[in-house]
């Protein structure tokens, strides 16, 4: 079983920065793709961004040019460095891995973007 821990949530000003950051337990093969969804009070939880194995990588329309997604496989890590963040970004941010269609995923970490 795979476990996941997010981290580098917080609160921030609209128009700052945030990095988090996603370690795996275990070996986790870089086949796998793995990326983070979000949820905001009363809604659904969305896909941000997601990297695969050859190192391509998608994001939501939103946050294009805002966010940069990128992975450490020595470190079994993957992290989300947000940029120019606006309150529309506010919510529980979760790391996921995508393995043998199935989602697993860590516990989230709270971002919060107000002045």
């Known amino acids: 079983q795979v476990q996941l821990v997010e981290s580098g949530g917080g609160l921030v000003q609209p128009g700052g920065s945030l990095r988090l950051s996603c370690a795996a337990s275990g070996s986790i093969s870089s086949i796998w793709p793995m990326g983070w969804h979000r949820q905001a009070p009363g809604e659904q939880r969305d896909v941000v961004a997601t990297?695969?194995?050859?190192?391509?990588?998608i994001y939501v329309d939103s946050v294009k040019g805002r966010f940069t997604i990128s992975r450490d496989s020595a470190k079994n890590t993957i992290y989300l460095q947000m940029n120019s963040l606006k309150p529309e970004d506010t919510a529980i941010y979760y790391c996921y891995i995508y393995i043998n269609n199935t989602f697993s995923w860590g516990q989230g970490t709270q971002v919060t973007v107000s002045s």
């Open positions: 990297i695969f194995r050859d190192n391509k990588k």
